[in-house]
């Protein structure tokens, strides 16, 4: 799966970067000021990481009986006695829906089947059908934070859908936007989506948010006959990756290890069927140093005080024992959200998870300014500018870094 991934995505970059050369194809796909130089570069970062997706093969090959999807309308019967215009609204079926896997080169004038808003995301999330997979096009107030933390989070080793952004005002934002118009009866696209100056178009990941899973549903992905399964050792070393990834973009939003809030399980997915961890809406909120030193330096040391707690668990050399507090905060927020407890056993491998994925980057120099300034540059070229800039501190994720690589990145002794 990781070199057919690989070959995907570099057959993808080829296209692409013919398509800067030759112009727009015919479905209108026009490069944003900026996009140009930004996917060759996010299709680097997706073939280094490709073997993040082996376990997705499974479960997203084309199922055979969804080999020619068709749009799922009301077909259970009318909804109400008489006829209206609900009788025919398409219904998006995530259960039957799978992952189109080019996102890159998209005819919005043949190929689709409908398009439905999402009950979540404040500035529209709606999902698309098309005749080789689904979409997700999504606004977003802080598109140039998601984007950065998304680009982090492979570097981290977290998995997250393949992304481009698309600006509405060129070829294809038009193209789109009218398009999804016209498959939207209720005009929920227009309403949404249509005043934005740029979208985030995304694969469709196959999954349940966590608050979706009980605890009979945990337990079989975590676990066999009451102990922690191999399996579940994978869920939780992809975990303690975002885990990590939420530390260094300053995310309390998710599954919160050293914020003081109740998270939100809505910004986690596990993928359907091997429960692969997957990240979403994630976003870096760096806080500025200038205006408020006395909070980035109270930060820096919550992450000191995470690592020096870490370390002292480990005691000996042992990190299988000694349960530390902000760990002891996830397993609380496990069990609110979804009914499972995780046992001390399964805690202590997160926690040592943790410290392996802070080491091996160490080692690996999967961190580095030069690179994050790059990205930052490339993502502040977009015409018009990207919202969401502000948020983007190189200094600030280096600072955090280097907290963790003088803690935890050397095994004492």
């Given at each position: 799966m990781s070199r057919e991934a690989k070959k995907r995505i570099l057959e993808s970059a080829a296209r692409w970067q013919e398509q800067q050369a030759s112009g727009p194809p015919k479905g209108d796909v026009e490069a944003a000021r900026g996009s140009d130089v930004l996917w060759p570069t996010c299709f680097r970062l997706q073939?280094?990481?490709?073997?993040?997706?082996?376990?997705?093969?499974?479960?997203?090959?084309?199922?055979?009986?969804?080999?020619?999807?068709?749009?799922?309308?009301?077909?259970s019967g009318k909804k109400y006695k008489w006829s209206t215009s609900l009788d025919s609204q398409f219904k998006f079926d995530a259960k039957q829906a799978y992952m189109r896997r080019d996102i890159y080169n998209i005819d919005?004038?043949?190929?689709?089947?409908?398009?439905?808003?999402?009950?979540?995301?404040?500035?529209?999330?709606?999902?698309?059908?098309?005749?080789?997979?689904?979409?997700?096009?999504?606004g977003s107030r802080n598109l140039a934070s998601e984007s950065f933390a998304s680009?982090?989070?492979?570097?981290?080793?977290?998995?997250?859908?393949?992304?481009?952004?698309?600006?509405?005002?060129?070829?294809e934002?038009?193209?789109?936007?009218?398009?999804l118009n016209e498959l939207d009866s209720m005009g929920r696209v227009a309403t949404n989506i249509g005043s934005q100056t740029h979208v985030v178009l995304k694969a469709f990941v196959a999954g349940r948010n966590l608050d979706a899973y009980n605890s009979d549903d945990m337990q079989h992905i975590f676990t066999s006959g009451g102990?922690?399964?191999?399996?579940?050792?994978?869920?939780?070393?992809?975990?303690?990756?975002?885990?990590?990834?939420?530390?260094?973009?300053?995310?309390?939003?998710?599954?919160?290890?050293?914020?003081?809030?109740?998270?939100?399980?809505g910004n986690v997915m596990l993928c359907r069927g091997s429960g692969q961890v997957i990240a979403i809406d994630s976003a870096i909120?760096?806080?500025?140093?200038?205006?408020?030193?006395?909070?980035?330096?109270?930060?820096?040391?919550?992450?000191?005080?995470?690592?020096?707690?870490?370390?002292?668990?480990?005691?000996?050399?042992?990190?299988?024992?000694?349960?530390?507090?902000?760990?002891?905060?996830?397993?609380?927020?496990?069990l609110e959200f979804t009914g499972f407890g995780l046992s001390d056993e399964g805690l202590c491998y997160l926690q040592d998870k943790f410290l392996e994925a802070a080491r091996s980057m160490h080692a690996n120099k999967s961190i580095n300014?030069?690179?994050?300034?790059?990205?930052r540059q490339l993502l502040s070229q977009f015409d018009p500018p990207l919202v969401g800039m502000d948020w983007i501190s190189v200094d600030f994720v280096m600072d955090i870094w280097n907290v963790i690589e003088e803690r935890l990145a050397q095994p004492e002794g």
């Open positions: 073939s280094e990481c490709s073997h993040l997706e082996k376990e997705l093969s499974a479960v997203f090959d084309i199922p055979a009986s969804a080999a020619e999807p068709e749009a799922q309308a009301a077909a919005w004038h043949e190929g689709l089947k409908g398009v439905q808003r999402s009950a979540a995301g404040a500035e529209g999330v709606f999902f698309v059908e098309t005749s080789s997979g689904a979409l997700v096009v999504k680009m982090l989070a492979l570097r981290v080793g977290v998995y997250c859908p393949p992304w481009r952004i698309i600006t509405m005002a060129n070829a934002g038009q193209s789109m936007l009218h398009h102990a922690i399964s191999e399996s579940g050792q994978r869920r939780l070393s992809e975990l303690s990756r975002l885990l990590l990834l939420d530390v260094l973009i300053n995310n309390g939003d998710r599954l919160p290890l050293i914020h003081d809030n109740r998270g939100n399980p909120a760096s806080i500025n140093k200038a205006t408020y030193p006395e909070q980035y330096q109270a930060y820096l040391d919550r992450v000191g005080q995470l690592c020096d707690g870490l370390v002292a668990s480990c005691e000996g050399g042992d990190c299988t024992k000694t349960v530390t507090a902000p760990f002891e905060n996830v397993r609380s927020k496990l300014r030069m690179e994050l300034r790059t990205w």
